[in-house]
Structure formats: structure tokens, C-alpha cells
């Protein structure tokens, strides 16, 4: 089964939300776009407001919302919709694949992040002290709807942060890297590009076991990255494809990196690890031995040969250290 995706006007999505009210919503909402909401939903007693989304996704804030609901009186005829960047749809997915053993859920992303990628695709959970998202459950979203209305509140940095992902999917599609290095393609394009493209994996590979894990590029350096300087996910994810590709000799990939980095105007600032003062070398290498990715001592790596061309390589951690290490760019 996969999700219906939907680009939406901001009155549209007041009217999808409406309809979805019957027979009863019950939502998870980031209290940031509280403001952007139908009154009706602003003031609905079915509503659990997420003031840190990503710091509130856990066991403990899981447990307060299923409480909540249940007392609310939810039943399985439900609807659970989740509006918020990625840490508030994981949790609102979660609470759908848990109460009453699955309900289902809508998922309206706010964030360029939750848009391109976190808002879809099945993928549910929270995070724990050993790592994030260790508990979860794969639960598609019935509906994804997206109203790029949200994305005008948005930091800078967020920004950034979504672009990373974009540059990702720039490098796996051939369509979206011709969409990206055109300036004059409109960015609701490009996110709708880019959320077709997961939908895509995520039908032919619903469990991560094959083509889907495609869209880990990046993430094993990425994931240790963001983990160490405590930068936002999309950010990290660009690091880590950077570093990878130039570690790996890939230049044909280097040389498409940089020009779809111009391409999306991230900032090089903040892919230079030289620009980052406290950078714990072996807290980096020890989260990567964390990576959920790892089998045995090897990594599976997603690498492109050429923009649209990823294939999977396993590489010893050591190995692909010293290959990193050698980079000029990376010594601190
Ligand atoms: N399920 C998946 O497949 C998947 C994939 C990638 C990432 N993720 C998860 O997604 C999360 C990262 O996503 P994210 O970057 O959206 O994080 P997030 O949900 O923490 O949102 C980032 C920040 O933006 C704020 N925000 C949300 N919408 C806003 C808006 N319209 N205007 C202004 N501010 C707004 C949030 O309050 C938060 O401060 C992580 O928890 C990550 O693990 C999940």
C-alpha cells in the first residue's frame, strides 16, 4: 500500500482537514504553525501540541499522547494526522501503528525536510538513549498532503537543511538533477519531484531490503555528523555525501556535488568541518560503528558513479577511516 500524495493550496488543505474531521481527527501538531491552522483545529480538544518536536520524541512523550487520546475516547474508525517537520509525523505515525494495534494517519509536512522526506514513506518512531529512532514501526500515512504555504516561516537553517536532501535526490535522479540545475524551476516542483521519487522506492521496496536503501546516500558519515557537531539532519546528510564521494575518488559525483550545491545555494561554510571548532574525532567514528546500517565490521555504503547511477559497496569501518582521514579537508 502506498500514500496518495496531494500538493495543496493553503485553503485547500483547510478543506481536506475538514473532511477528514468525519468520523473524528485526532492530531499531533507542532505548536509552530499553530497560527496557519483552521480556528476549529487551533481550538480542538483532540489536539496534542509538540513544542520540541525532536527533543519530545520518545518513549515518555509517546506514552502521554496515547494516554491522551485514548482517554479522548479514540476508536479504530479514527483518523490521526500529524502536522510538523519530521520529529512531530514519526511521532504521530508511531502513536497510529500502536493505538488499537493501527489507525489511520494523514501526514501534512511543514518543513522542506518533512516535504522532500521525512513526512512519508512508512517509516515511524521515536528515539531513545541508545540512538535515534530505534523504536519504531513501518505504518504508511493514508494521505500526504503537501501545502508549501508553511515553508515562508521557515529558518534559514531549516532551509539548508531540506536542500541537503534535495541535493541527495539530485544525485540519484537524472529528472531531478535536470530540475535543480534549472534556477528558474519553481521549488514546489522540485519538492514534488523529489516525493515522487520516495514514493517510487518506497512501493518497489517497501522494507528497506533493496532499492529503497538507495536513499541512504550520505547518511553513514551523515548520521555520525550530526550526531558529533549536533547540526540539523539535512545539513549532516550533505557532509556526509561530500566527504563520502571525495573519500571514495568518485570525481565525476564530486564534480555534479558542487555544481548542484551552487545550483541550490547551500552555504559551504557549513559542510567544512574546518569550520566547526569543537569536532571530536573518535565520538565520530564511534557513533558511525553505531550506524544501524552496519553488518559485522562492514558498511553498506550507498555510492554514485555518475548523477542518477547509486550502487551499494560494503567497506570495513577501518578501511573507510582511512580513506576519510586522508582527505585534506577533513583533518580539524
Ligand atoms: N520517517 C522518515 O522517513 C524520516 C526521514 C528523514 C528524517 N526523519 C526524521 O525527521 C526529523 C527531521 O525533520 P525536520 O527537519 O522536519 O525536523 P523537526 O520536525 O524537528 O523540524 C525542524 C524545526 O522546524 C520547526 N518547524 C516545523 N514547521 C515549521 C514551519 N512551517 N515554520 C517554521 N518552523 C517550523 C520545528 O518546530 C523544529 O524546530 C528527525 O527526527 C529525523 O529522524 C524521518
Known sequence: MNSKLTALKQLELMNALEKAREPRLFSVIDLKVKNMLPQWLQFSPDVFWLNH??????????????????????????????????????????????????????????????????????????????????????????????????????????????????????????????????????????????????MKLTAEDFRESGSRAYLNLGHTLGHAFEHTLKIPHGIAVTMGIKYLLKAMKLDAAVESFEEIFKSLQLDSEKVDLSNYERFDKNAFWSALNHDKKKTGDGLKLVLVDSVGNPRFEVLPVAKLRTLVEALSDFKT
Open 53 to 198: 518536536p525532536e527533543e519530545q520524541k520518545n518513549l515518555e512523550v509517546f506514552e502521554q499522547i496515547t494516554s491522551f487520546f485514548l482517554k479522548q475516547g479514540i476508536q479504530r474508525g479514527h483518523m490521526i494526522a500529524g502536522i510538523g517537520g519530521g520529529a512531530t509525523t514519526d511521532m504521530a505515525g508511531f502513536v497510529a501503528a500502536c493505538i488499537h494495534r493501527g489507525v489511520k494517519w494523514i501526514s501534512v509536512p511543514t518543513t522542506l525536510m518533512g516535504m522532500v522526506d521525512a513526512g512519508f514513506g512508512g517509516k515511524t518512531g521515536v528515539n531513545t538513549n541508545h540512538g535515534k529512532n530505534l523504536i519504531g514501526a513501518f505504518h504508511m500515512p493514508e494521505d500526504v498532503w503537501i501545502c508549501t504555504d508553511f515553508l515562508k516561516t521557515m529558518s534559514r537553517m531549516e532551509i539548508l537543511s531540506g536542500r541537503g536532501e534535495v541535493l541527495k535526490y539530485a544525485l540519484l535522479s537524472s529528472d531531478i538533477h535536470e530540475l535543480v540545475m534549472n534556477t528558474k524551476t519553481p521549488m514546489e516542483e522540485i519538492i514534488m519531484a523529489c516525493a515522487s521519487f520516495k
